[in-house]
């Protein structure tokens, strides 16, 4: 007893130091979280009052993809802001930036929640798809949509297609739709698409550009390209050139960079189901609706000894999301490192087509050879690769997407995974 005595005030003294370390880690540089931007707030603010469902006024929804990674949110954010600022007056409509997720699942993205933060924007000022009923604003003839971090509808909105009026966007160009009297028309494969942004906000609207937002951007701008590393090829003169003059308004941004990029990969208390959700897009091509997961901070080793049933979680994943493919791509956090890939499908022709489609991309580790093998009884067939640490989902995808595409599934009423 007197040895515990004797040691325990040496024990709180160390958890004290532990938890400041700790508070230090995650606090913010003075100048950007206190106040944010008042005229990107102010903006916001006034968004949120619209009251959409009984509005006689036409909105143009600035809306991000499906799986609302932060390049997606701010993205949405900004072009929005920018678009209002620059189009709204003359077009009388008001650009809403909307945050493609239900509200609830914003808890799943810790590192879009510190960055809101850290730009001073509360998340109570945004709009998310579950609080804006498009569908209504749509048979009224009040929407527009504008997509911004995606070129192609999610699955259940491309009948939205004829409403679109304008992309911004960095992936591989999908669109379906002519391109006229489009209001703003950007598709580059760069590595951000808040650097396709920032650039319009400087060839037009330098004014518009705060510290608290062009911090905003460059965070964002850095995640995407990984901090510019070289190793991973994630972005291009496009980025460098919006990164360099962001830095001309705002302060370096390496320790922001570094916590955002913790908490990108804090994977703690989620669920598996939670996981799969967290960065999700879901895609169609011909007859078949596929998904895939991205989730960094794990590798597919601790995936499993966090879930014994991952195999058979994938395949129930896919049920309810009425899926005949899943994919799950995996990076334990270290850019180094290669990526892994797992596919699961009860189709076996669906699951080997993208499996070659997998292996002809040249993002498969030479000395990896992948095998189609039953890994749980809930499942038909799987396949695993080991990657290349470059292979991101958005070089990964178009593969998948064009494999898929060639291939018809005559389809049962329901996929049973069980």
Not at 45 to 52: D, T
Not at 77 to 80: A, I, N, W
């Given at each position: 007893m007197d040895y515990i005595k004797s040691v325990l005030p040496l024990l709180l003294f160390g958890l004290c130091i532990t938890l400041i370390e700790a508070s230090d880690r995650f606090r913010l540089p003075r100048g950007h979280l206190q106040t944010g931007d008042p005229q990107l707030n102010s903006y916001l603010?006034?968004?949120?009052?619209?009251?959409?469902s009984s509005l006689d006024t036409p909105i143009c929804a600035v809306l991000g993809n499906e799986a609302a990674d932060i390049d997606s949110i701010a993205s949405a954010?900004?072009?929005?802001y920018f678009l209002?600022?620059?189009?709204?007056?003359?077009?009388?409509?008001?650009?809403?930036?909307?945050?493609?997720?239900?509200?609830?699942d914003l808890v799943l993205r810790r590192d879009a929640e510190f960055l809101l933060s850290f730009a001073g924007i509360d998340p109570v000022d945004l709009t998310f798809v579950d609080e804006i009923n498009l569908d209504d604003?749509?048979?009224r003839n009040l929407l527009k949509l504008v997509l911004v971090d995606h070129n192609v509808l999610a699955f259940k909105q491309q009948h939205f297609a004829p409403l679109v009026i304008g992309v911004v966007d960095h992936h591989h160009n999908e669109m379906r739709v002519e391109l006229i009297d489009f209001l703003v028309h950007r598709v580059e494969p760069v590595g951000s698409a808040c650097s396709l942004i920032a650039l319009e906000y400087l060839a037009r609207s330098p004014q518009l550009l705060s510290p608290n937002l062009a911090a905003f951007l460059d965070v964002v701008i850095q995640m995407d390209t990984r901090n510019f590393s070289t190793g991973e090829r994630k972005f291009t003169l496009v980025d460098v050139s919006a990164h360099e003059s962001l830095?001309?308004?705002?302060d370096s941004l390496g320790q922001i960079y570094s916590v955002v990029d913790e908490l990108r990969n804090d994977n703690s208390g989620f669920s598996t189901d939670e996981l799969f959700r967290k960065d999700l897009k879901i895609r169609i091509a011909g007859t078949v609706r596929y998904g895939i997961s991205s989730i960094?901070?794990?590798s597919m080793q601790q995936l499993y000894d966090r879930d014994a049933s991952l195999f058979?979680?994938?395949?129930?994943?896919?049920?309810?999301?009425?899926?005949?493919?899943?994919?799950?791509l995996v990076s334990n956090g270290n850019h180094d490192r290669a990526r892994e890939l797992v596919c699961v499908s009860k189709d076996d022709h669906l699951l080997s087509t993208?499996?070659?489609?997998?292996?002809?991309?040249?993002?498969?580790?030479?000395?990896?050879?992948p095998a189609v093998q039953s890994r749980d009884e809930a499942i038909d067939w799987n396949v695993s690769f080991e990657l290349e640490s470059v292979s991101s989902r958005k070089r990964i995808a178009p593969f998948i997407q064009q494999a898929v595409s060639s291939i018809v599934v005559f389809k049962e009423p329901k996929c049973n995974w069980t």
């Open positions: 603010k006034s968004i949120k009052a619209l009251p959409f954010v900004s072009l929005g209002q600022e620059n189009h709204g007056r003359n077009m009388t409509c008001s650009f809403v930036p909307v945050i493609n997720i239900p509200r609830n604003l749509a048979i830095l001309e308004i705002t960094t901070g794990l058979a979680r994938m395949g129930q994943f896919a049920l309810v999301n009425e899926l005949e493919l899943h994919c799950v993208v499996s070659n489609a997998v292996v002809r991309s040249g993002f498969v580790r030479a000395e990896t050879a």
